[in-house]
């Protein structure tokens, strides 16, 4: 079998040799990271941070978001900043010399946050107890933070506006990680990810507090650390004004699963019941567009996005980090929109290799017919 692979690899690196599309990985843990470069990807293209607060974490995070007090704020802080630091120096690590794309955390607020019966239980069984500590504030403000629609409520850069500690912690954990890194002689590239913006403003917000933390830790550990920001691209409205959002971005990635959700308004979370399998019978859709890119919608959303982007920052890197990375009609089309390179899951890495590939010997091919 390990001829067959070999086999397979010489195929996929002629491939490789001829594609414009780099295929990077979404990987979120140090496991992930090295089968992805095991599998030939060129880079993480999506690190996703939300499971590195679940968990043991989660009472830390609960604090945090819902602390009344500075001092309890601090603390919970405190404590998640080595642990943070641990999780990004090993990727690093596994990563070393090929761009790492660490997406600030991005939660379904509910996802993090007790909910009201569960808390509702803890109070009742702290009083029953006698407990003077009876979590009722956190009760309250459980249910100030409670939202109808939580997949368009407080995620992303919304919650990293409304708690800018949370996003200070991540990108000073980040920069310490990378400073670590080049201290032990490695090289890390660094690119530090907003998602869910919908407006320029938000970025121009996130990205200054970035530039001090990172500035902070340089000059706190004598290091001269490289990064960039860059954001997600997977709201229409962000889409749609890419030329303003380019201002403050290095890069975009699209992320198809939110674009599609919000392009159709169906929730993605849902797809597989109800009225899909009609939709698919009817042809309103021939496969999901949550598989595959819809040209017609969110394909022309990218397609502006690319390109204002691209002529208001001639250097604007392009990629895609939803699940459509992997797939091999979305890759053609994101070959044909001009995108740098799509980052999908590790073990379709190897499939995103030859699509890619083929996009570019299918483009020869069409021009010879042309003449
Ligand atoms: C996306 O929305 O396409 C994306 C990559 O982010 P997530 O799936 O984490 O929302
Ligand atoms: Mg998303």
């Known amino acids: 079998s390990d001829d067959l692979l070999r086999a397979v690899d010489r195929i996929i690196s002629h491939a490789d040799r001829r594609h414009r599309l780099e295929v990077r990985a979404n990987a979120d843990t140090p496991q992930d990271a ?5 599998l030939g990807a060129t880079g993480i293209g ?3 941070t939300e499971h590195m607060f679940l968990g043991d974490r989660r009472t830390l995070v609960e604090r945090l978001i819902l602390a009344s007090g500075e001092a309890a704020r601090a603390e919970a802080l405190a404590a998640l900043l080595p642990l943070q630091r641990a999780d990004f120096t090993r990727i690093f690590e596994e990563m070393d010399g090929l761009p790492v794309t660490i997406r600030l955390l991005d939660p379904p607020l509910h996802e993090f946050l007790p909910d009201h019966v569960e808390l509702t239980a803890r109070v009742a069984v702290a009083k029953a107890l006698g407990q003077t500590d009876a979590p009722e504030d956190l009760l309250r403000a459980v249910d100030r933070l409670h939202e109808q629609n939580p997949m ?9 506006l409304i708690i800018p500690e949370l996003y200070d912690l991540q990108v000073r954990a980040i920069a310490e990680a990378a400073a670590v890194r080049i201290r032990a002689g490695g090289t890390p590239h660094v690119e530090i990810m907003v998602p869910l913006v919908g407006d320029a403003r938000e970025l121009e917000m996130v990205a200054a507090r970035a530039r001090r933390t990172v500035a902070d830790v340089a000059r706190e550990s004598g290091v001269d650390i490289r990064y960039r920001i860059g954001t997600m691209i997977e709201l229409p409205r962000a889409a749609l004004t890419a030329g303003r959002i380019a201002e403050s971005a290095a890069f975009f990635s699209f992320g198809t699963n939110d674009l599609t959700q919000t392009v159709w308004g169906f929730s993605r979370d849902d797809v597989e019941g109800s009225f899909f399998p009609v939709y698919l019978i009817e042809g309103v859709f021939e496969v999901s567009p949550f598989e595959t890119i819809d040209r017609e919608g969110v394909g022309r959303l990218i397609a502006i996005a690319v390109r204002e982007g691209r002529a208001a920052r001639p250097d604007l890197a392009l990629g895609v980090c939803g699940e459509h990375g992997g797939d091999p009609a979305s890759i053609r089309f994101f070959h044909e929109v001009g995108l740098d390179y799509v980052s999908c899951s590790p073990f379709r890495v190897p499939v995103a290799r030859l699509e ?4 570019v010997v299918g483009e020869a091919d069409t021009t010879t017919d042309n003449r």
């Open 46 to 48: 999506l690190c996703r």
């Open 152 to 160: 368009l409520g407080t995620r992303g850069v919304r919650l990293g």
């Open 356 to 359: 890619a590939g083929r996009a």
């Open 34 to 38: 090295h089968r992805a470069r095991r």
